[in-house]
């Protein structure tokens, strides 16, 4: 009230219940909803589930494994979603959701599924300056460093691999919490000869040569067969 401007100014809002007050109550964090899309943005998208309340789900609460540019990759305006609560602050009325909490996270379990020492199989679907990346499964990829593609100097990724590619790795590390995996295709190479060695030596009956003898024989012996393919050519 203003008496000496003569002015009174009134709320209609006033007249109901705050929704804001008993939202806390009536939607605790991890509680699914479901809602519409009625916002669209650069870092998000806004759903409005109650009147009056409306949540959003961060571009970072998507997915627990795409890289979305945006979040119109997967949503538009008008869309129904379900969504989990992940906080709730009446006082500045924010109300934040997430859409990959409703899944597990599969890098939750991934070393059971990748083990060191493992071999996998996998398509390249990026290649950089220092390495290139392999999916494994829908969103989880692993990194092929440049020093672990070949044993002979590999100066650029590019000349040795390409998009597309279907190639085989060792694991040489998991880590879940970085969501990073370290493969290696020579690592492979090296797994292979040592196992043909070993399958050699025991084929040849009780050792008369040490296994450095043998290893640097079998080298020998490939670079050999490597000469004379080359004259042949």
């Not at 650069?42 to 589930?49: A, E, K, P, R, Y």
Request: glycine fraction near 10%; proline fraction near 5%.
């Amino acid at each position: 009230c203003d008496p000496v401007k003569r002015r009174i100014s009134l709320g209609m809002k006033q007249t109901e219940t705050n929704p804001w007050l008993l939202i806390e109550e009536k939607y605790p964090v991890g509680t699914k909803v479901v809602g519409r899309v009625k916002t669209v943005t650069d870092f998000g998208i806004f759903i409005g589930f109650e009147e009056g309340v409306d949540g959003l789900v961060h571009v970072s609460e998507m997915s627990w494994t795409k890289k979305i540019k945006h979040p119109s990759e997967l949503y538009k305006k008008g869309q129904v979603v379900e969504a989990v609560v992940l906080s709730i602050d009446p006082k500045n009325e924010r109300f934040s959701l997430g859409i990959k909490q409703l899944i597990p996270d599969p890098w939750k379990d991934v070393t059971r599924r990748y083990r060191k020492g493992g071999v996998v199989t996998g398509k390249v679907t990026n290649v950089t300056d220092f390495g290139a990346f392999i999916e494994l499964e829908e969103g989880i990829e692993g990194l092929v460093h440049v020093s672990e593609i070949s044993r002979e100097k590999v100066e650029k990724p590019s000349d040795a691999l390409k998009v597309g590619d279907i190639i085989s790795a060792a694991v040489l590390h998991v880590d879940p919490h970085e969501r990073r995996i370290g493969l290696s295709i020579k690592g492979l190479k090296e797994k292979v000869e040592k196992a043909e060695i070993e399958k050699y030596i025991s084929n040849q009956g009780p050792p008369t040569h040490s296994l450095g003898e043998l290893i640097q024989e079998e080298m020998e012996r490939r670079g050999g067969e490597l000469l004379l393919k080359k004259e042949g050519e």
